[in-house]
């Protein structure tokens, strides 16, 4: 009889545990899924690729990146991708059908996979293409606010439609 308390003890402290991770999980995927959004949502216009959009588009996605990844997406022009296809094809871009699963967890880091469908709409937001994307996500938790660390996000797709 003297165990029970010692076991119940012990199975609400592993609850504790697994629901606080759990809430960590849930917050990183929800700043995750608002950076996919914004990223991945474009509304063609002749003056996308104009020095003044990318500006703006740099600091549009400023604040879901830390310091580290801000500057090599801003260097390596990865915020300007979604703003080339959408130029390249001239049709605007939105995500679809977005879902993360955790792929790992560390103290203040989380990776996510994820995929989404991006859409590809004429002027009349009727849509021309669809192409799946996958990717990982690495989420680091900066003043307790997640932020994107790194997104190997599926290249060959991207590319194929600013070449193709």
């Known amino acids: 009889m003297r165990k029970s308390p010692l076991i119940l003890c012990m199975i609400l402290l592993s609850l504790t545990l697994i629901m606080g991770c759990s809430s960590e999980v849930d917050d990183a995927t929800k700043a995750a899924e ?70 790992e967890q560390k103290k203040d880091i989380i990776e996510l996979d994820y995929i989404v469908d991006l859409v590809l709409l004429d002027k009349d937001d009727k849509e021309s293409k669809r192409v799946p994307l996958e990717g990982i996500m690495t989420m680091f938790n900066v003043d307790g606010q997640w932020l994107v660390q790194g997104d190997r996000f599926d290249t060959e797709s991207l590319m194929k439609l600013i070449y193709d």
């Open 34 to 103: 608002k950076y996919k959004n914004v990223e991945y949502t474009i509304k063609a216009s002749e003056d996308l690729m104009s020095v003044e959009s990318i500006l703006a588009r740099n600091e549009e996605m400023k604040p879901y990146f830390t310091e580290y990844f801000s500057e090599k997406a801003i260097a390596t022009r990865i915020t300007t991708i979604p703003l080339t296809i959408a130029d390249k094809q001239k049709l605007s871009l939105k995500p679809e059908n977005l879902k993360f699963t955790l792929s």
